[in-house]
């Protein structure tokens, strides 16, 4: 009996502390989630991971240095990001681009899908040392097969946009299906909603 009552004792002192990551990782979800729905870039790019950044420096690179065949030759969806920042700033500006700022941008802009992000959900959280996910709920609250990532780093629970871009480019790649389009007519189309502005034929190539 009393072995019974210290086994009691030590899962009633442990459930809170199992619980305490899974809350982090919500909290982590909600501050990502509010930014993007209130385009506060500089908040969104607080709960990024450093790859996340480091993948939205890359686009800005290749913004600086493709031409039509490099642009060609990475998915429609970097092209697309890599474009849009090429169509709104110049060389100087994407030189001096830390990937939060570019993060920032995006969001402030924009860019990374306020409507789509207004009606996701999360759940059935999982924590395994310093990774985390949540599974994405349909409509009807039933679990999808995706998946959004979390890394602590310096003790935070940060979102890792880097393992969100496989859903962006299957949400990409079925919306250039179901327009009808070619990818570069998508593109442009992309281009001109995102920014208000028609690219020219000389988006194709690297800002002087």
């Known amino acids: 009996m009393r072995s019974l009552s210290v086994l009691l004792l030590v899962l009633c002192l442990a459930a809170p502390a199992a619980a305490e990551p899974v809350d982090d990782v919500k909290e982590s979800f909600l501050t990502y989630k509010t930014a993007i729905l209130e385009a506060d ?12 950044r480091a993948y939205f420096r890359s686009l800005a690179e290749q913004a600086l240095t493709l031409d039509r065949a490099g642009l060609h030759e990475i998915h429609l969806t970097d092209r697309l990001y890599a474009m ?8 100087t500006q994407l ?43 349909r409509p009807d609250g039933l679990k999808s097969s995706f998946k959004m990532e979390f890394v602590k780093e310096g003790g935070r629970w940060l979102l890792d946009l880097v393992a969100l871009m496989d859903l962006t480019r299957t949400a990409f790649e079925f919306a250039v299906q179901q327009s009808g389009l070619s990818e570069d007519e998508f593109v442009f189309l992309m281009l001109e909603q995102g920014t208000g ?11 002087s």
Request: proline letters at 5%.
């Open 197 to 207: 502005r028609k690219p020219g034929p000389e988006i194709w190539n690297p800002p």
């Open 95 to 137: 030189q001096q681009m830390s990937g939060g700022q570019v993060v920032s941008y995006a969001v402030d802009h924009g860019w990374i899908g306020r409507n789509g992000v207004s009606q996701l959900r999360l759940g059935h959280y999982e924590v395994e040392g310093d990774h985390a996910s949540g599974t994405i709920l």
């Open 84 to 91: 849009l920042l090429r169509h709104n700033l110049d060389r």
């Open 41 to 52: 870039g500089a908040a969104a790019a607080k709960v990024v991971t450093q790859n996340s």
